[in-house]
């Protein structure tokens, strides 16, 4: 048997009202994603446990069978695994964002511009992290550079007791409300405010300033926690698997796995990501093992910007490049099933996460259905013929073995 998992983030929404009352989803064209719920197993499944915060690395966790209240430490000790940096037992990993903050004439207060400063370069955000490190990275704390926007700081031997909050949250608010609390957020209020004087100026944010683009004019610290102790994939469901994906915090995820993580060139987590090619890659990748996680990021990135028509734009490339694509390259194996599914909602009217139920489809080679009406979207959920699970991470058991 060869598994399949194809995963939109945040692909799932609320209604929109510059839409008629439908979701991103509702009004894309997605005729394979459709094809597969009228003949798959549709459900749906709470990926974020309730009371925890609705974030991919918990998201993500579920989908792979991990019970997150079980096995979730943070997000940044993840994206840690995936960049190659090794954590000590008593190390404390944050994410760190490079953001643009848009300060008041007095530089008494400041507003969460832009949590990507305009999904900056890899290249220069590479000079502005090694910059940082070079004047605030100290024996204890230390800065890496990761892609675009995306870093981290490794704290040794810092505290885990504080509460910081993720800078897409905060869109458009004032940060002065939403600054690191507890233990030690002293020293994390400190490195974040010492940034701004070191980056605003930096001739990589001057030449994006010409050229009308948003400066990452400081960091933003989040997401931390110690690195996870999992079981790997194998040991749960023995299985050799896979995992493609642009973004750290998956691949990171995909190594505590134990997965062979997979490079595909031209795959950058926006919407001109090279989808067939991830697609292809999959399919490559199943000659050789029986368990491939597909992760697009597009979806989701368009739901932070609060885009719509370009959350269309990623799900219908999605449906037609990646959904379509595997569909096809399906058929060459004899026995086979495909799970498609968003990690969790991403709202373009909130801008992020929420923890709503998704929906699921499950196609079997082995095992076809004639669900009437059915299409794949939010309004999966309101039919009375689908599987619910209210803990998600029991779904991938449900996948693979077919028991609920």
Not at 306 to 330: P, S, W, Y
């Amino acid at each position: 048997m060869k598994y399949i998992v194809l995963v939109g983030d945040g692909m799932a929404d609320r209604p929109v009202q510059e839409l008629g009352g439908r979701t991103p989803l509702q009004a894309a064209y997605t005729p394979n994603m459709d094809a597969l719920a009228s003949e798959g197993i549709i459900g749906g499944a709470r990926t974020i446990p309730e009371g925890m915060h609705p974030g991919s690395d918990v998201a993500n966790l579920s989908i792979l069978g991990y019970n997150p209240r079980e096995f979730y430490s943070g997000r940044a000790p993840l994206e840690a695994a995936s960049i190659g940096v090794s954590l000590g037992d008593k190390d404390i990993a944050f994410r760190c964002n490079l953001v643009t903050l848009k300060f008041n004439r007095d530089r008494t207060r400041a507003v969460m511009e832009d949590y990507s400063s305009g999904h900056i370069s890899t290249e220069e955000a590479r000079e502005l992290i090694t910059e940082v490190n070079s004047s605030l990275g100290t024996d204890m704390i230390r800065f890496y550079p990761g892609i675009s926007y995306r870093h981290l700081m490794v704290w040794a031997g810092g505290s885990p007791d504080i509460e910081c909050v993720p800078p897409h949250d905060i869109i458009g608010k004032d940060v002065i409300d939403y600054l690191p609390v507890g233990q030690g957020d002293d020293v994390i209020r400190k490195i974040m405010l010492d940034s701004v004087d070191i980056l605003e100026n930096h001739p990589v944010n001057r030449q994006r300033a010409k050229g009308g683009k948003n400066p990452g004019n400081s960091i933003w610290l989040w997401g931390q926690g110690r690195k996870p102790v999992l079981p790997t994939f194998r040991e749960k469901y023995s299985i050799e698997g896979a995992l493609i994906s642009a973004v750290d915090l998956t691949r990171g995820l995909g190594k505590y796995a134990g997965f062979e993580i997979l490079n595909v060139p031209g795959m950058t987590g926006y919407l001109d990501t090279n989808y067939k090619g991830k697609a292809e890659a999959a399919l490559k990748a199943l000659q050789k093992v029986d368990f491939v996680y597909l992760h697009v990021e597009s979806p989701d990135e368009a739901g932070h910007s609060g885009n719509c028509r370009d959350k269309i734009k990623a799900i219908e490339d999605f449906d037609a490049l990646v959904v379509g694509t595997v569909m096809q390259g399906m058929k060459d194996f004899e026995s086979y099933r495909i799970l498609l599914l968003p990690d969790h909602p991403t709202p373009v009217a909130l801008r992020t996460h929420t923890d709503d139920p998704i929906p699921f489809a499950v196609l079997s080679s082995k095992d076809r259905r004639e669900n009437r009406g059915a299409a794949f979207n939010e309004s999966l959920l309101e039919r009375d013929d689908i599987v619910m699970f209210d803990e998600g991470y029991r779904l991938m058991d449900y996948f693979i073995r077919g028991k609920q």
